[in-house]
Every structure is written in C-alpha cells, then in structure tokens.
C-alpha cells in the first residue's frame, strides 16, 4: 500500500534509505541479481545510442520541448481534453491519488465487472491503484511479465524498465510453479527455469484473461495533445491486448505526459526504446485516438475510453524553478542502470515506485519533502555520490545531480532551528576564516587535537555534535604543520 495521505507514491512503512540501504548491501544475491541486469541493460545501450551521429542533438530536442511543454501545460491540457472529447473518449480529472483512485473504481463498478486486466503502469503503482481496486472488490490482473511476477510474489518493483530485476529465474520459476494456480491457470507441471519455458508458462497463464476481460486499465507513455491521441510503447504484446479486447478502456496519466504535436512525439520515440531496453524501436507501438478510426460499428477496439489526468503532487513541482526539470522524464531508466547506488542496493531500498536517481528527486517532490518522516522520503535527496553518470545517461537532459543538492539544502533548511550546531559551526568557521590571527591559532589547535585522536593517520568518531560526520566516513587527521607555518619556517623572504 502506498502514502502518506492521499498522495501515495511512497511506500507506508518504508525505513529510511540509510537503514534500508544497509540491509540490501548485505544480500549477496541481490547484488549479483542487480548486477548483471544492469550491466547487460547499460551495455545494449551503448551499443545502440552509438549508432546515432545525432544522439545530442536529440537529447537536445527532448529537453527543449519538455521544458516548453512544462512552461506551457495548462494551456496543453485544455488542448488534450478537447481532442479526446471530441474523438469520443472522455477525459476525467484526479488532483491526488484518493481521487484518481474513486475515478476509477467508479468506472470500474458502472461496468458490472469485477476483474480488470492492467498494462504496465507506474502512475497507477503510484497511486495504490490494485490496493483500491481491492477494496472495492474487483481483482486486477497484471499482465506485463515482470509485473506478473511482482504480484504472484506478493512483492514490490523494484526498477521503472524491470521489476522483478532482484529476481533470477530460478527464483521465478519456483514462484510460479507454487501461486500461478491462486491466479488462475496453473504453471505447466515440470517447468524449469530456461526463459523460453517461463515465458510460454506466462502466455498460456494469461491468455485466458486477454479472451475474457471487458475492462483494460493501462498507463501512457505520452499524449499529444493537438490531436488527443494517447501513446503506449512496450515489448511484449501484451498492452496490445489489453488495449484492443476489452470493451471498456481506462487509461491513467500523469499529467506531465503530454507532448503538444506528434513532431514532437517523433524525438521521444527514438529516445526512448534506445535508453531503456537497448532497442532502435519497441515491438509495440500503440496509438488510439478516442474510440479509434473505425467506431463500435465494427467492434474495432474499446466501445469505452476514459482519461484520466493525474496531478497528485505534480502542479507542486511545476512551482519549483529547479526541481521542475524532472518532471521532463521519459521512465526509461537509464540513469538507475549507471547509478552505482542503485546497483548495490537494489529499488526497494528507496520506498517508493519510482526508484534510483529519478525517484531521489521525484519522489520527495510529489509528496512534499519532509512532509510525513516516516516514509522516509526526506532521505532520497541524500541517496547519491553525485557522480553525476545519471545526468550523461538521461535522454532528455534532466539534471539530477543539480536537483539532488537543491533537494538536499532545502531538507536541511527545513530541520534548521534558531541554535541548529551546523549553523553555528559555519558562522565561527566564517569568523575564523576572515581572521589570518584566528585561523593560525585554530590550526594548531587542530593539530594538537589531531595527534590526541588519530590512530593510523585517521580519526574515529568525533566528539559532540560532530560525530554525524564521522558517522559515515573516515576523516583525515589534520596535519602537524600548516602550510602557513612550513612557509615561514622555510621560504619566507624568498623573492
């Protein structure tokens, strides 16, 4: 289930990164789990975005168009609504999750069903959308691979591109010969764990929901919005069902998807499948523009289409000057499959659907950082090196590291009180500094203090306020002559 409140996006119960994070690094498998996923992912596309002459160009593109649209996105909005409504669909606008949440459910129930089927879809993981859908009553069936294997595990995603990366194959063959059946067809009797056979275990598993399903709930990738017509790009065919049988269609988006013209579209659409699964094009492309060209009169796809444009917490950080920019993101993932934190403790770590360097900065933005200390949300700013690999990997040029010190100076201006000990430490380290007396005096004090506490070269756990520091890392015990001090000793009245 996800919060706090009705937001959702974070995971109610999440430790904090750091606890988190200490207890993934000490799962062996995980580790090599993740390690191999991402090292394959990253390799593939290389191999691919090399091929292009243009490949900054196109990053270029994608930031300015992003930027613009995101300047401009009311005015795209009341774009898109119009052109869905006018093809026949109809639009429905949700300003958090508990909305978006009763939207559906809502349309859901008006159908007298009680299953739907769901393409893979990280705003309505977001909002706890199986969770209320539950509640309600009516069972939701993942029918992306990964996502199935999510939910026969009981289990949370842990990467944008594959969810179930912290699993191997052995792993998932076992989950599927033992839950398959409480879902519906049973695993074939024998199954190994070549993929081939866990593939083929998933088709016949949910073919059986594709041929019965009246209801569809999907995610979008993009919308455009001079025309209305709503984009999902996956690699498995089984959007294409869910977006196709069923009678009735319900498509969640947050309301950042839109793009204003399909020229635009075409940047995304080159960007995208090379940075995420290493692809020069995604299998499936699914377009639809309101009830489709050929209308019910020829049982041509959904007799019914909502949109539904989700803000939860998103107009929030449109306001934000800096942090805005990652609103521009494409969920391909690349920057997860080059953060070396990521690699090392995996997506569950960051308690929330959306993991790794994008959730770093997304995350705390959408709920407001700080806003609830037990989701641990305030944290994520601090989950990086900064080595920046995310900002060389983004295909539309989101900076993550400048948002991630932007996040982190205003979770520490926002735990600041009037007699804060970093606070008057940097005021006497500026007295100090601004005083040639006063500095001399601090250096040799620090060095006297130094030779107290230093064993090898290093000193342990500061004293007081300071051991937050120490905490964490070894700090280099200070010198035992100044450079002001050996200068005077040996150069002084050098010309």
Not at 106 to 123: F, W
Not at 171 to 176: G, M, T
Request: proline share 6%.
């Amino acid at each position: 289930m996800t919060g706090p409140g009705s937001r959702g996006v974070v995971w109610l119960g999440s430790p904090s990164f750091p606890d988190a994070a200490r207890e993934a690094l000490g799962n062996t498998q995980l580790r090599a789990n993740l390690k191999r996923a991402t090292t394959t992912i990253r390799d593939k596309r290389l191999a691919v975005v090399s091929e292009l002459d243009d490949w900054e160009h196109l990053r270029d593109a994608a930031a300015a168009i992003k930027n613009r649209t995101a300047r401009h996105l009311d005015h795209y909005l009341v774009q898109l609504e119009a052109a869905v409504t006018a093809a026949g669909g109809s639009v429905h606008w949700a300003s958090d999750a508990t909305e978006a949440n009763r939207i559906v459910t809502e349309l859901v129930r008006a159908t007298g069903e009680h299953e739907v089927v769901k393409v893979k879809s990280m705003a309505t993981q977001e909002i706890g959308l199986n969770e209320a859908l539950a509640e309600a009553g009516i069972t939701a069936y993942e029918t992306d691979l990964a996502e199935l294997i999510v939910q026969l595990g009981d289990d949370r995603p842990s990467h944008i591109l594959v969810p179930a990366i912290h699993r191997n194959r052995t792993e998932i063959r076992d989950l599927f010969a033992t839950e398959m059946a409480h879902w519906g067809r049973p695993a074939p009797e024998n199954l190994g764990d070549d993929p081939r056979e866990l593939a083929e275990a998933a088709r016949l598993h949910l073919r059986e929901k594709f041929l019965t399903a009246k209801v569809a709930v999907s995610g979008a990738n993009f919308a455009v919005a001079d025309t209305g017509t709503v984009v999902v790009v996956e690699s498995e065919g089984n959007g294409r069902m869910c977006l196709t049988l069923p009678e009735t269609l319900i498509t969640v988006m947050g309301i950042e998807k839109t793009v204003p013209t399909w020229s635009d579209l075409e940047v995304f659409l080159q960007l995208l499948p090379r940075s995420s699964t290493g692809e020069r094009m995604n299998p499936y492309t699914s377009t639809w523009t309101g009830l489709g060209p050929t209308g019910v009169a020829d049982g041509d796809g959904p007799r019914e289409f909502h949109l539904v444009l989700l803000d939860n917490g998103r107009t929030d950080t449109l306001a934000d000057e800096v942090g805005r920019q990652v609103l521009g993101c494409i969920r391909c993932s690349a920057c997860l499959n080059v953060c070396p934190v990521f690699e090392r403790t995996g997506g569950h770590a960051y308690g929330s659907v959306y993991p790794g360097p994008i959730g770093a900065v997304l995350t705390p933005q959408l709920v407001g950082a700080g806003s609830d200390t037990r989701s641990g949300a305030a944290t994520l700013p601090f989950a990086s090196t900064l080595c920046g690999a995310c900002y060389d990997a983004c295909p539309v040029k989101i900076d993550i590291p400048e948002v991630l010190a932007h996040l982190r100076a205003r979770a520490v201006e926002a735990k600041r009180r009037p007699l804060d000990p970093e606070g008057l430490a940097m005021k006497a380290a500026a007295t100090v500094l601004d005083s040639p007396r006063l500095l001399s005096a601090a250096q040799k004090a620090a060095a006297l203090g130094g030779r107290v506490l230093a064993r090898d070269g290093r000193i342990g756990r500061l004293p007081g306020p300071l051991h937050g520091w120490s905490d964490t890392r070894d700090t280099p015990a200070p010198p035992a002559e100044s450079f002001r001090t050996w200068w005077r000793k040996n150069r002084e009245g050098e010309r």
